[in-house]
């Protein structure tokens, strides 16, 4: 059974920071295997891509709304990717979702692509 969970969510205020993780097991391949997505979803929008990272590592996607603000990174010994979130802003508010895709060497930002997904993690960001 393929679980993906996500940690780390909770209430901060504007300016803080939080670091997400998602923890993979169950995969029928090893995480290296696998392109890892970070997503969120605010209340009355549609889910949204915000960042990606390849099988090893070596590319990463983030969207404008994040970049220069979120670090995405991991650690596949540990079967781990992390989302470090700097600078937070009211409008990063949403449930955070993590997805697996079956890709290699390449990042992924359709929906689509993905294969696995988790539950979420609430992060809101309030004075």
């Known amino acids: 059974q393929v679980q993906l969970v996500e940690s780390g969510g909770g209430l901060v205020q504007p300016g803080g920071s939080l670091s997400l993780s998602c923890t993979a097991s169950?995969?029928?391949?090893?995480?290296?295997?696998?392109?890892i997505g970070w997503f969120r979803q605010a209340p009355g929008k549609e889910r949204e891509v915000i960042s990606s990272?390849?099988?090893?590592?070596?590319?990463?996607y983030y969207a404008d709304s994040v970049e220069d603000r979120f670090t995405i990174s991991r650690d596949n010994a540990k079967n781990t990717v992390y989302l470090q979130m700097n600078n937070l802003k009211p409008e990063d508010t949403a449930a955070y979702y993590c997805?697996?895709?079956?890709?290699?060497?390449?990042?992924?930002?359709?929906?689509?692509?993905?294969?696995?997904w988790g539950q979420g993690t609430q992060v809101t960001v309030s004075s």
């Open positions: 997805a697996a895709a079956l890709l290699r060497y390449r990042i992924a930002t359709e929906e689509n692509e993905y294969d696995y």
């Open positions: 169950g995969l029928r391949f090893a995480l290296d295997s696998y392109a």
């Open positions: 990272i390849s099988s090893s590592g070596s590319s990463t």
